[in-house]
């Protein structure tokens, strides 16, 4: 940030007074610019014991799979971001069980939240984020061609939890190398 957003003053950074991280302080007006992590959220949906994955038709992993997810916007709750980017990415409907993974990566400044949910009906279909969308059975997942680790440990819990007939709100905390 360079510039502040209220009054359009270049910005300093700084610990102000109370806190202890550096932030993007305006000297002019004394707005504190907080910049915080960026919210993930998205749906794990089912069909039949099937899951439904996308394979993205943008970067960053462009061609690889994954759950139906994205940015939480600004004024939306999570479920209804969740529920909004299943429709957006797959053109499919869901109703939302609960909460299932929070995976934290801070190297990157982001919390990804999942919603195990169960599809309301099989019309669905690619949205302008997604080359194909389909179904898959546990043992045709293409394991290797995942998009993103938060996927992955999602899948693997919610299928490890499907053996032992029972399921959990998980959080984990991914460690990746900071971006430049």
Request: charged share 25%; hydrophobic share 40%.
């Amino acid at each position: 940030m360079k510039f502040c957003a209220d009054c359009g003053s270049k910005v300093e950074q700084r610990v102000p007074v109370g806190d202890n991280r550096l932030r993007h302080v305006c000297p002019a007006c004394g707005t504190i610019h907080y910049q915080n992590p960026r919210m993930v959220v998205g749906t794990l949906p089912v069909w039949e014991g099937q899951v439904l994955l996308c394979r993205r038709a943008i970067e960053p992993r462009l061609g690889y799979w994954t759950l139906p997810a994205g940015f939480l916007e600004n004024g939306e709750s999570a479920a209804d971001g969740a529920l909004r980017e299943t429709l957006e990415e797959a053109c499919a409907r869901v109703a939302l069980i609960a909460p299932y993974t929070m995976v934290s990566v801070p190297q990157i400044d982001q919390m990804h939240i999942l919603f195990r949910a169960e599809l309301i009906d099989t019309d669905f279909s690619p949205g302008s984020e997604s080359l194909d969308v389909r179904l898959f059975d546990e043992a045709d997942i293409p394991w290797d061609e995942l998009a993103f680790r938060s996927v992955s440990l999602t899948l693997r819990t919610f299928f490890d939890e499907r053996r032992k007939g029972g399921f959990g709100v998980h959080h984990f905390s991914l460690d990746v190398p900071r971006r430049s």
